[in-house]
């Protein structure tokens, strides 16, 4: 069945550390995205892709960098310069296009900074 | 002021009754998503309206683009329906594509038995 992988669903890092969340799919959807969500807040967008090679940055880029070397894959870096990083982050893809049809996200990776 | 604004920001129902949840934004889209997120944090993506109605076994999304509002009802609820719905668009904008997401908060839906 086709869908998104995101990988591990728990994750503990110590303060100063770099982590490195994997989200990969298999739907052959163009375009792939990063969301954290907070207790009490919406999702926010951290960076998004919509071709292989090509990324933007989303509402809340400081502290992290993503890569996308291939279509399925579109891993997110949590940086020692992201301040908060303890959150809930979910990746999601799409086709491509004006109405972003098809959104499916991943179950989730819940980050804890000890 | 948030975009994307829900209501209520909980609900609690008993099993069996007719459940309304709201949502109203404040920017110009092009189209509204429903999305159900279960305790374990995975998001399903319920529904996606551009325009009407739209109905899938016991839930109904309805949208009124005039007075940018959209509702998601659930009828018969059982406790499985219990989660958080959320509602998100895609803005349009110029110089830009619009197929990214801007949520709401979520509604936390509790039904009892």
């Known amino acids: 069945d086709g869908g998104i992988t995101q990988s591990p669903k728990y994750l503990f890092r110590k303060e100063g550390q770099n982590v490195t969340l994997s989200c990969e799919q298999n739907l052959n959807h163009d375009a792939m995205y990063w969301y954290r969500q907070d207790p009490g807040q919406g999702l926010r967008l951290i960076y998004y892709s919509q071709i292989v090679n090509d990324f933007q940055k989303g509402d809340i880029a400081e502290g992290y960098s993503v890569s996308r070397e291939k279509k399925e894959s579109f891993p997110l870096t949590v940086t020692s310069a992201q301040k908060n990083p303890t959150a809930f982050y979910l990746c999601?893809?799409?086709?491509?296009?004006?109405?972003?049809?098809?959104?499916?996200f991943g179950s989730g990776t819940r980050l804890t900074v000890v | 002021k948030n975009e994307v604004e829900q209501s209520p920001q909980n609900l609690t129902a008993q099993e069996g009754e007719f459940i309304t949840i709201n949502c109203s934004y404040s920017?110009?889209?092009?189209?509204l998503h429903w999305l159900q997120q279960h305790p374990g944090g995975g998001i399903v993506s319920l529904f996606m309206?551009?325009?009407g109605k739209k109905k899938h076994g016991r839930l109904i999304a309805t949208i009124n683009i005039q007075e940018k509002h959209s509702s998601l009802h659930i009828t018969a609820s059982h406790p499985r329906d219990s989660a958080v719905y959320i509602c998100?668009?895609?803005?349009?904008?110029?110089?830009?594509?619009?197929?990214?997401?801007?949520f709401g908060k979520g509604t936390l839906l509790t039904v009892n038995p």
């Open positions: 920017v110009g889209i092009s189209a």
């Open positions: 999601a893809s799409s086709m491509a296009g004006t109405h972003g049809r098809g959104y499916t």
């Open positions: 998100a668009v895609n803005k349009v904008y110029s110089g830009g594509s619009n197929y990214k997401l801007t």
């Open positions: 309206l551009s325009s």
